[in-house]
């Protein structure tokens, strides 16, 4: 995927000094890296049952949607807190420094409904297991996690144990 990977524009200092930020924008604006993509990771999925795609908000709104269409699956938007408009279900979760929370509508996945949550990006884990978390509060089954970019020395596969975690681009360091 080093194709993709030369799609990617690299920031450092952002959004903090020392933090290399990998900008996915510049790969969704190339319309064979952003097929590419999409393809690639439904491919791994290809075969599955999958009921529900998540995407968390932000970029998994991108992700999701694609990958959900293509899987002839439905779509589930995981939110920061109010900014659902019906009742919700919510999780908290550690960050770095301090705390967050995501939110999801409390009929958005019925029980034994399969579901892939997606993301952009996987770092530490922490958000990617608050939306396992969710989605196991409305017995929903995880069939699997997916991801553009892994930042592999963060370990975030370490918070989703048991889970098909697939990403199609990874970074080292």
Do not use: W
Not at 44 to 70: C, M
Not at 154 to 160: A, E, I, P, Q, V
Request: aromatic share 8%.
């Amino acid at each position: 995927m080093d194709h993709l990977k030369k799609l990617i524009r690299e920031i450092p200092d952002y959004p903090k000094p020392g933090i290399l930020f990998y900008d996915v924008t510049t790969l969704l604006k190339d319309k064979k890296g952003f097929h590419t993509l999409i393809d690639e990771l439904c491919e791994h999925y290809d075969g599955h049952q999958i009921d529900i795609v998540t995407g968390v908000e932000a970029r998994g709104f991108i992700f999701g949607p694609a990958l959900a269409y293509r899987l002839g699956a439905g779509f589930v938007p995981v939110r920061k807190p109010k900014k659902l408009p019906s009742k919700t279900v919510s999780v908290s979760y550690a960050l770095e420094y301090g705390t967050d929370t995501l939110e999801m509508h409390e009929d958005a996945v019925q029980p034994g409904e399969r579901v892939l949550v997606c993301d952009d990006l996987l770092a530490t884990g922490g958000t990617a297991s608050a939306t396992v978390e969710l989605v196991r509060k409305l017995r929903g089954k995880v069939e699997g996690a997916a991801f553009a970019v892994e930042l592999t020395f963060l370990n975030g596969r370490k918070k989703l144990p048991g889970l098909d975690v697939f990403s199609l681009i990874q970074y080292d360091k």
